[in-house]
């Protein structure tokens, strides 16, 4: 996707779940997972509308990179269900950007906006990847 001045990320997209006890399609993905592009690029993340018979599953983006102030991106509303949602980041400089849910995907320990303790519930992770090529 490099060379573009936009790209968008749905946050929540239908993927395939194994996991006992629950369905096999949920939306708890990232899609497209992985992002590559130029400098200047602005990646914005939507929040969808989920098919009939699926329950409100809220979501965030957070940056696994911090800096002295915390995450270097999150989107400001934290975890939400809001159809229609957008949060965007406009990527300057090269480098691989790690990014995931907190109640989804999160790669250490964290409690969820129920209080309760997970831990990387389902992979919900993705990376913008910042490149000159």
Known sequence: MTGQDTVEVVNGAMTNVELPDYPPM??????????????????????PEYPDGFPPIPH??????????????????????QPGLT???????????????????????VTDFRGNTVYD????RGAVIVTDE
């Open 60 to 81: 965030n983006v957070v940056s696994l990179k911090e800096n002295d102030n915390g995450p270097l991106f999150a989107n400001p509303e934290g975890v939400v269900y």
């Open 121 to 124: 519930e389902f992979g919900m």
């Open 26 to 47: 949920l939306p708890v993905a990232f899609a497209p997972a992985a992002v590559k592009v130029s400098p200047g690029t602005e990646v914005v993340w939507t929040w």
């Open 87 to 109: 949060y965007s980041v406009t990527f300057d400089e090269p480098e691989n950007y790690l990014y995931y849910c907190t109640p989804h995907g999160a790669p250490f320990e």
